[in-house]
């Protein structure tokens, strides 16, 4: 099993769908919860970050963790072409950059 | 400042030639990093550097020789690669013990080895 496991997709919704994107994961030890946006031929960008269970609302994104279910959630209300993109989750039992573990990524395309 | 600059954005080179690549940021971030991304892959770590200092290798052949001049600046050096190293390479900075709030990634060097 994989430490952090993600549809790949490809997901396609057409414009102003909820958009729900999800991970799973098996180390129980992870209480730092990231997800990141990544555009083509682009590095990832920081989207949303969460600490331990809970939920985190940033305008159009929120996202949501399950400590118990060892799932996390990223939703994007109203989205739009421009949100076509790879996410990735990412997750960490620690603070420092080094014990991050990516999940592979979700690509998700918004039809006009 | 908020941004992680790499040079150059694309790269070919030989099996027998030697080129760098570059990372820049001047956000005061004191943990910088090397990443490799394979397509439709996440980023794989590959260097950290910690206060100017060697943390972390993930077993990285000696094809790829890090250095991180100043706090700063990081390099990537490439020597003899194999076309299997082709990839994305990507910087990324934060500030130490904070990477989940400000991790920030450059936008990579897109390597092709001949």
């Known amino acids: 099993q994989k430490e952090v496991e993600q549809d790949p997709g490809p997901l396609s919704v057409p414009e102003g769908a909820i958009v729900s994107l999800n991970c799973t994961y098996s180390n129980s030890a992870f209480q730092y919860f990231m997800w990141y946006r990544q555009y083509s031929r682009k590095g990832p960008e920081l989207l949303m970050y969460?600490?331990?269970?809970g939920n985190k609302e940033d305008g159009r994104f929120t996202a949501q963790v399950d400590k118990s279910s060892k799932y996390i959630s990223l939703f994007i209300r109203d989205s739009q072409p421009s949100d076509s993109a790879t996410y990735l989750c990412a997750m960490s039992a620690g603070l420092h950059g080094q014990n991050f573990v990516f999940g592979p990524g979700t690509r998700l395309s918004v039809l006009p | 400042d908020t941004e992680v600059t790499q040079t150059p954005k694309h790269l070919v080179m030989g099996m027998t030639n030697k080129k760098s690549l570059k990372c820049e940021q001047h956000m005061g971030h004191r943990a910088m990093y090397w990443y490799k991304q394979k397509a439709k892959k996440p980023p794989e770590l590959m260097f950290v550097?910690?206060?100017?200092?060697?943390?972390i290798n993930e077993s990285v052949p000696s094809r790829f020789s890090p250095e991180c001049p100043n706090s700063s600046l990081l390099n990537l050096h490439l020597h003899a690669l194999q076309p299997e190293d082709s990839a994305l390479y990507l910087c990324?900075?934060?500030?130490?013990?904070?990477?989940?709030?400000?991790?920030?990634f450059g936008s990579g060097t897109r390597l092709t080895v001949v």
């Open positions: 969460t600490y331990s269970s």
């Open positions: 990324a900075s934060s500030q130490e013990g904070q990477a989940q709030t400000g991790y920030t």
């Open positions: 550097y910690s206060y100017e200092k060697l943390s």
